[in-house]
């Protein structure tokens, strides 16, 4: 079986037959955009493929991945962005797609395969996450993963109606659940 393995995902490098339609779908969902960065704007295919094509073409700084059960359903993506090798330091991002999934410890094991391959076989020693204050599902489960609250931003983005704070997180070596 390709890719990370864990007790109940696997991570497997993104493709576009495989993923696409489903990403275009999620980020098309406003339950599942409601605390994400993207999805007030209507994601179209044209923009969709952009980003995959500019994540999945070869590249020393974006990585994605789909999260797959075990079976091979696909539920999900996880991404390493912006690695800044002389730094050492990456940014994380995480979407459980499919909803019925949401919950079942599905996100914060696709954080932790993501963690240990970022400092175990990339050797990074550092990840940065940000929330909304209000995503206390993406709070939780990146705190699960072991990243700890290091700031607030205040009042950050518009979102859903209202101006909110951003929380940022960081995970690093001591830190990490393995
Ligand atoms: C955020 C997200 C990735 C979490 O994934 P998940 O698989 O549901 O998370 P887990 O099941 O691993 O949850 C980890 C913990 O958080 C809790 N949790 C998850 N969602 C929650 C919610 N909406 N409200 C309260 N607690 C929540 C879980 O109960 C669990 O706690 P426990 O171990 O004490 O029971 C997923 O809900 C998602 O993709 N949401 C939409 C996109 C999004 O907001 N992405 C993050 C952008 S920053």
Not at 26 to 41: A, C, I, L
Not at 88 to 111: L, Q
């Amino acid at each position: 079986m390709e890719g990370l393995i864990g007790q109940k995902v696997r991570l497997s490098p993104a493709d576009k037959e495989k993923h696409f339609e489903n990403a275009l779908r999620w980020m098309n969902d406003p339950e599942v955009t409601r605390w994400t960065m993207m999805g007030d704007m209507p994601i179209t295919r044209v923009a969709e493929e952009e980003f995959f094509d500019r994540m999945l073409k070869p590249n020393d700084t974006e990585i994605l991945f789909a999260i797959e059960t075990l079976d091979g359903q696909h539920i999900g993506f996880s991404g390493i962005h912006q690695i800044d090798w002389r730094h050492g330091v990456a940014t994380t991002g995480s979407i459980i797609g499919e909803k019925s999934y949401w919950r079942h410890g599905f996100g914060s094991e696709a954080a932790r395969l993501r963690t240990n391959y970022a400092f175990d076989v990339l050797g990074l020693r550092m990840l940065l996450s940000s929330a909304f204050s209000d995503n206390t599902g993406s709070l939780k489960m990146l705190k699960k993963a072991g990243y700890a609250e290091v700031g607030r931003m205040p009042k950050r983005y518009w979102k859903r109606g209202a101006y909110r704070d951003m929380i940022l997180l960081v995970v690093d070596r001591d830190s990490r659940v393995p």
